[in-house]
């Protein structure tokens, strides 16, 4: 959704006039981004060569690192205009490559001191020597580039600019305009660096209510993920009355939000998206006593740059810790969640077994003869075409037939396929790694063409129990093993005995 309504214009007209009355509106890092004029430092008055080659830092002697003076912040400042002029796409991503290239690890330094490591371990020396050359081995470890961000990190408006910096690069490498070792080996430098800078204590969480600022209700909208936002009418709504929203903050970057949380206030576990998201007259009183149950509906990152930064799972514990003291009776915590690549797996696993068998063994014989009677030919390339065009869902004939075969692969999918010993799906991974118990598949959840085309309109709950959070967290990640409820465990069982892999 583009903007939120017409109506609201008036509202971001207000905002932005109280923000100049107020003297918010200063030229700083934090302005938008520059285009090579010659008030913001034309791009073309310096080579990147020369760019680069005074504004990276060079890394002191391990004998004066306590005691060399901080770079200047004009040079900072200078790097920010610089590659904000510069446009998006091939010369931002040169930048970068000659930025994580040239500037990194010096590999000469670290093989000296990898020498000087063995070298006391093997003549026995001191643990204090050994100690000793460990630490200067870990200090010649750090890439050059690291004191840039380390600089411009403290700057004002420094650490928006290494957000956005990051989601260059997180962008870029997933395109592969920007590819190589050296370039992903910087965003992950600076992805733990944004790690600690953006670690709990620094973020705070806040509420939205339909009376929050216009621009942070347009960025709420704009940067739900899972389930878009139609028009202000349901904006005000997931606001509104049984709904809560919350998202994270960061003190260098007030009323920004990082990442959202939507939660629906009901009295059950929700089976179906529709209910949560359908577009109703928003209720003006809230009833607490119909209260007893949270539904996570959707969370959503609202920076790319942030990308794999540790941010959820902290949000939904404080929202749990918010919850309980505004509303004490609710007992039952629980997501309901999309399963994103489920119809993508299916449809390979479909072509694969053709492939090698020259049939698919997923669906029993008198599954395939039933649908053989409404489409008239139950090949795989019939099935494939159904699962990839969401016409199905019209036919209740095939709504009936698919909805065992489905279901128990699903539960296959979401429960048996793995990724080095975890969940293949990254949303069960994200809520098993928290601690929930894989509880429910709900059959037709979510109707909306996005939700067929991605997992045949299915969804599931993750069930938070609290009081088993902690220890469902430490058995997936120690011994991967998955808590699930008897309804999946039993549509596994059915897999295993009427589908072959």
């Excluded at 975890?422 to 109707?447: C, E």
């Amino acid at each position: 959704m583009s903007r939120l309504v017409p109506c609201l214009r008036s509202r971001l007209l207000l905002c932005e006039c109280r923000a100049v009355s107020r003297g918010l509106l200063r030229v700083s890092l934090a302005a938008g981004p520059c285009r090579g004029t010659a008030g913001c430092g034309a791009a073309s008055d310096v080579s990147m060569e020369e760019l680069l080659s005074r504004s990276v830092p060079p890394l002191p002697p391990y004998e004066t690192k306590e005691k060399a003076p901080p770079p200047a912040e004009l040079r900072g400042a200078e790097f920010v205009r610089y590659y904000r002029g510069l446009p998006a796409g091939p010369p931002r991503a040169e930048l970068l490559t000659r930025l994580a290239r040239d500037f990194g690890v010096d590999h000469g330094r670290v093989a000296e001191f990898s020498a000087k490591v063995l070298q006391a371990r093997e003549q026995q020396r001191e643990l204090g020597a050994l100690l000793q050359a460990e630490d200067r081995l870990r200090y010649y470890l750090n890439p050059r580039y690291r004191g840039l961000f380390q600089h411009l990190g403290r700057l004002e408006g420094g650490l928006r600019f290494l957000v956005e910096l990051r989601g260059d690069l997180v962008e870029g490498l997933a395109s592969k305009a920007v590819d190589g070792p050296h370039v992903k080996e910087m965003s992950g430098v600076l992805k733990n660096m944004l790690s600690e800078w953006f670690s709990t204590g620094f973020l705070n969480l806040e509420r939205v209510t339909w009376q929050s600022p216009c621009e942070v209700l347009q960025k709420i909208s704009d940067s739900e993920a899972v389930h878009p936002v139609r028009n202000w009418v349901d904006m005000k709504r997931r606001v509104g009355s049984y709904r809560r929203c919350y998202f994270f903050s960061h003190c260098a970057i007030p009323g920004e939000p990082l990442i959202v949380l939507h939660v629906a206030l009901t009295s059950d576990i929700s089976s179906s998206i529709q209910a949560i998201v359908k577009e109703v007259e928003p209720l003006e009183t809230e009833d607490a006593d119909k209260i007893t149950t949270a539904i996570f509906y959707s969370i959503s990152l609202t920076q790319q740059g942030l990308q794999g930064v540790e941010l959820g799972t902290y949000l939904i514990k404080r929202v749990v810790k918010e919850l309980q003291k505004e509303l004490p009776q609710i007992k039952t915590f629980s997501t309901l969640s999309p399963i994103p690549g489920f119809t993508k797996w299916l449809v390979g696993l479909l072509s694969s077994q053709t492939k090698e068998l020259e049939k698919n063994e997923l669906f029993t014989e008198s599954e395939r003869q039933e649908l053989s009677q409404i489409t008239g030919d139950c090949t795989t390339e019939t099935l494939k075409k159904l699962l990839n065009n969401n016409e199905w869902v019209r036919s209740e004939k095939l709504v009936n037939a698919l909805h065992s075969p489905l279901m128990r692969l699903c539960a296959w999918y979401l429960y048996g396929e793995k990724h080095r010993g975890y969940a293949l799906n990254p949303v069960a991974n994200f809520h098993l790694q928290n601690g929930s118990v894989l509880w429910r598949i709900n059959w037709m959840a979510d109707t909306s063409p996005r939700g067929i085309a991605a997992a045949c309109g299915m969804m599931v709950n993750y069930r938070y129990f609290l009081e088993d959070t902690a220890s469902n967290s430490a058995a997936y990640l120690g011994t991967k093993a998955i808590k699930a409820s008897e309804q999946v465990l039993s549509l596994v069982s059915q897999f295993q005995q009427n589908s072959k892999l």
